[in-house]
């Protein structure tokens, strides 16, 4: 699929960006451009990387005039920028707003102006039922994606909805290393909190499938695997080797959730299985290709898809987190 291909990715200099970078450069791509604001990490993933597959092009996704450009003779593109901390999200909702819907309606006009065969549009467990701003801003960037596909256009939209990624930046396991290391003190926001979780290298993986097998339209959930906080926590702790280390319970921050869902109750009524996994969102509006794509797929016979739900044993979450290579 992308063998001799011009493929952008937006804020590809952050994690989820260098992840797929590192397993798309062996799939022979003709060119490889990162957009993104900053120069300082642009410099540095090229010292990283010193490929010549590789081109940077500074630039926000808020301003479409530039991104226009940078799209021109693009083949397909992936969407990864986004603001993504949910407490800065909640303080500044302008700023949210602009950069995970602006810029996302900006991405979906370039790549049409420019006949982009596909865009791959990263989304996150949170826009599903949002609790907070940030959720909410990436539920209406799938909205966006599936209705692009309306726009009498030969792009193909689509869009993966995953859970937390185990090693990218603020990552849970980092601030938990961290604050081992050095308070011997772990703050947890609630004892009962769950999340979905899985290693970067394996969500790069899925991603791909879902790029190959989407037509357009559909949203690609991923079955994560479920973990307590308190049990990666302690697991963490255990692996330090470090005596008398603490958790102190914090208390919830505005928007945050105990539970995530990665598929609501009303979202499973036009939701098929696709596979072990990947669960498929049919889109609600009326993209008759869609629908016929997914036929002789099964329907969900459940009504959500929780992180409270098939929870991981300790042992489960060290193998994670070993074959993420955070413990050794």
């Known amino acids: 699929m992308f063998e001799n291909q011009r493929i952008l990715v937006t804020g590809g200099t952050g994690s989820w960006g260098q992840e797929l970078i590192t397993q798309l450069l062996p799939r022979q791509p003709k060119e490889v451009i990162i957009y993104s604001r900053n120069e300082s990490t642009q410099v540095a993933m090229s010292r990283q990387f010193e490929s010549d597959l590789l081109s940077f092009c500074i630039g926000d996704i808020r301003d479409r005039e530039a991104l226009t450009v940078a799209c021109q003779e693009v083949d397909y593109i992936f969407h990864l920028a986004a603001l993504k901390h949910v407490p800065i999200c909640e303080e500044q909702p302008y700023e949210a707003l602009k950069t995970n819907v602006i810029g996302t309606q900006n991405v979906i006009e370039a790549a049409i102006e420019n006949r982009v065969k596909k865009v791959i549009y990263i989304s996150t467990d949170k826009a599903a039922n949002p609790s907070n701003f940030y959720g909410m801003t990436k539920a209406i960037g799938e909205k966006l994606i599936v209705y692009a596909n309306l726009l009498r256009s030969q792009t193909q939209f689509v869009t993966v909805r995953g859970g937390n990624v185990l090693g990218t930046n603020g990552s849970v396991v980092h601030l938990f290393m961290d604050q081992i290391e050095r308070k011997k003190l772990v703050n947890i926001t609630d004892m009962r909190m769950t999340r979905f ?9 899925l991603l791909f499938k879902a790029s190959i097998e989407s037509v357009g339209g559909e949203i690609f959930i991923m079955t994560m695997p479920t973990c307590r906080i308190v049990d990666l926590a302690e697991v963490l702790i255990e692996a330090s080797g470090m005596e008398y280390v603490s958790m102190i319970e914090t208390g919830i921050r505005p928007g945050e959730k105990i539970h995530e869902i ?18 498929v969102i049919l889109p609600t509006i009326d993209i008759p290709y869609v629908k016929k794509h997914y036929s002789r797929y099964p329907h969900v016979s459940f009504s959500s898809f929780s992180s409270e739900q098939n929870i991981m044993t300790k042992e489960e979450i060290k193998d994670i987190l070993v074959r993420g290579g955070f413990l050794s």
């Open 197 to 205: 979780f899985l290693t970067l290298p394996d969500a790069i993986t």
């Open 262 to 279: 990665l598929m609501s109750d009303y979202e499973s009524q036009t939701t098929i299985v696709f596979d072990d996994q990947y669960l």
